[in-house]
């Protein structure tokens, strides 16, 4: 289990931990709305309280579902284009059943033609309002802002995130008094029926400027600030990661990505195959200009798709006027109550439109059911000083240094009153200045140190922290108990010097194995910061399983330490090494390194060479370099570790290493090249696969140890990198191709079936092969000088080489079981005659995902 990759949960858990007591009664509604004379249920009725915006649509079977903790609303309204608005009383505070019938108007519009009987069947063909959506798609690449060959325009980001509908008596007791001014700083005006309490603000000016020919796009930073909750959290790498999850939306695009979900927009090529639509108003905008008000609903109410409206222009361009996006709780979505997304567009003096305004917000929560409160996000996009068409010297499409420079982080609150597009709620206007108190606090600064010891497994001391806790006991054949002590220092001590260090001590072979590296940066910034600018030197002596996948300093993982089959071929290593590592704004990056490498063998595994018989050391000098390239690459930031955000673009990897024979005591001369291209496969409806595609050879003759070694894995947990049913060095190379593709159907199939749907469980399939070859330089059998490849006490051999059949394993298997656990069956389908494989094998893995 990576307790990394749980730490970006850090910020939700805080205030799940924190938000458990009183709450305001809501008042909770849903029924079925029918035609009166026909008793078919009617799609897309609009439903809500009286008087206020607050309101939803009916599903494709008639149903709704409206909730609200505001007491003052004591009735609702629904309307249907054709049909007399219904008004019917509720009781507020309560959960009630409100079944709703709906008469024909008595004069109903010339476009819409009402027939009693039975309700005719949804088709798209002579559907008037698949028609109009075919003119939309038609149009689509002109009424993108791309469509010009310049445009330039000022956007301002709001990100908020905080808490809905928290009691009132919530500060008043006794334990959160000291935090009456936090609890206490409400907004109740921006979103009707809810009290939103902000915590988290971010906000970002940039100038945008593009040319279509040569296509340049290029964003200057203005201004950005973020509120501060001091060392403990990453606090831009929080901003980063929401404004991921609420990624920008453009609807002209086939899809949207939201929550880590791939949505089909409702303009989309094919989105007539997907969605049902219904022509239901005609409106006039503020220039008195035609729109058709064009509404839909999905085919299947569990595929991963809006509904709602959007409203077209009808002056031949039929471009999207505004639009509100839905999403329906069936949908196989973790955490997430509720998620809209509202998009206003402004016409240009050309008479096209451009977007002028996004909001995306989301309810979050434990299950999917309406509750008291809830954890609440909002992010507004407003874009203004729109200018198209005037073309700028080249020097304004190019990047330049200033888009990250420092003074844009430090803008003064002058700058930001002139200068926002947009306003500040009260309760977000006070929230930079309450969580500067709140972070002084001694109480909070304890629930953050005891969140970052169950996600992180870390316990922080300012400057230095210990850690990781999952590694303070594991065991193994070759050292029986092994208890583990280490950590590292914080930018509590520094931001450009960071140290780690750990030691351990093996009670069956009695041995003591350390670790410690010093890092430098560069750039007078974090070393994990982007762009990477650093140098480290490190020493290390510890055991390692040839052919393992697992990071070095990370092995002693105790729930790791259960293996299947033989697991008795060790080495004992020691590495001096220097690396360094430069990143640039471009995203490309290389490193350069040296090695001093020694390794002994340990446990069963012997170096044995037939012309100078036993040895017992191998000692290798090796100096390497490193090229990659990860276009518009963005991370989840912490304090001292970052992730990679998954997006659509490619990763190119390119690794070249050098031994250096009577180098510091080298004994090999070689030189490698290994090449890696990993890319998700977003698929729409179908998912996402996660491809990579991968090789490598080796120039020179050396013993199997320096050798290509495949990832293997023999534990019982799932490795997506590694050979889930190969042995630990079970084969070796000298050159290898392979390919892994790892597919995520995100219940694609499961919300077919009815009893399947419930339970919100996620297919997966998988598929792994690997090439690969030993040349005769390098083969044994022909060279005595080489070491024997290994084979156990009765001289079966269990080390071999691929031949000219690869090795292949699948997998198929079900996530998001009780959201965190993935179960995979693996099947081995070759080399089956090795001793002690597994053909086929049950493997788990713990994912925190939406």
Known sequence: MDFKKFYKSLFFSIFFFSVTSLFAQTTVITGTVTDAGNKQTLPFVVVGFTGTTTGVTTDNNGKYRISTTNQTYKQIKISFLGYKDAFLSIVPGKEQVVNVKLFPAAQQLTEVNIKAGKKPKYRNKDNPAVELIRKVIENKEKNRPEAYNYVEYREYDKMMFGAA???????????????????????????????????????KLLQTYYRKNPEKNREIVLGEKNVNFGPAVDNAGLAQYFKHLYSKVNIYDNNILLITSQFLSPISDNSPNYYKFFITDTVTDAKNQKLVELSFTPRNTNDVLFEGRIYVTLDGNYAVQKADLLVNKHININFIRSIQVNLEFQQNPDNRYHLS????????????????????????????????????????????????????????????????????????????????SLKDMPSFKRTVDIATI?????????????????????????????????????????????????LAYGFKDEKFKGFLSATYSLNNKSIYKFPQDY????????????????????????????????????????NYKIDYVHEFESHFSYTAGFNKWTQSPAGSLYFNSPLNGQIHNLTTTE???????????????????????????????????????????????????????DKRVYESQLGYADVAVYGGKLFGTVPYPLLGIPHANQTYAYDIDSYNLMNFLEFVYDHYEGIRIDQHFMGFFFNKVPLLKRLKWRETLSLKVLYGGLSDKNDPSIHPSLYQLPVDANGVPVTYTLGHTPYVEGSVGIENIFKLIRIDFVERFNYLDHPNVANWGIRTRIKFDF
Do not use: H
Request: glycine share 8%.
């Open 454 to 502: 169950l996600l992180a497994g870390y316990k922080g001391f300012n400057k230095f922290e210990i850690g990781p806790a999952n590694t303070f006991y594991s065991f193994n054949p070759v050292e029986g108990f092994k208890l583990r002590l280490g950590g590292r220092t914080t930018p509590g001590l520094s931001k450009r010097y960071y140290f780690e260090t750990y």
């Open 165 to 203: 509908n928290v009691s009132t008596q919530f500060s008043d007791r006794k334990f959160f008094r000291k935090y009456k001014f936090i609890l206490d700083n409400r907004d109740s005006t921006s979103i009707p029926g809810k009290s939103i309490l902000p915590i988290f603000l971010n906000e």
């Open 535 to 574: 140098i480290r030197a490190s020493f290390q002596r510890d055991t390692k399983i040839p052919g393992a996948s697992l990071q070095f300093v990370e092995e002693d993982n105790f729930l790791l330490s259960f293996k299947r089959g033989v697991n008795d071929k060790y080495l004992y290593n020691d």
């Open 357 to 436: 305004k996004s909001t995306t917000i989301a309810d979050f929560g434990a299950t999917k059911k309406d509750a008291k409160s809830s954890l609440f996000g909002m992010r507004t996009i407003t874009y203004g000083n729109y200018v198209v068409n005037n073309p700028r010297p080249d020097t304004a499409y190019t990047k330049q240094s200033e888009e990250s420079s420092d003074e844009a982080k430090n803008r003064n609150d002058a700058f930001w009153q002139k200068n926002r597009l947009d306003t500040l709620t009260t309760a977000e206007s006070k929230v930079y200045k309450n969580i500067d």
């Open 623 to 677: 100096i390497s370099a490193g090229l990659r390239y990860a276009p518009n690459e963005e991370f989840y930031q912490g304090k001292i570790y970052r992730i990679p955000l998954p997006n659509k673009y490619p990763i190119f990897q390119l690794q070249y290493t050098a031994g250096l024979k009577n180098v510091f005591g080298g004994e090999y001369n070689y030189q490698k090249f290994d090449g890696r291209i």
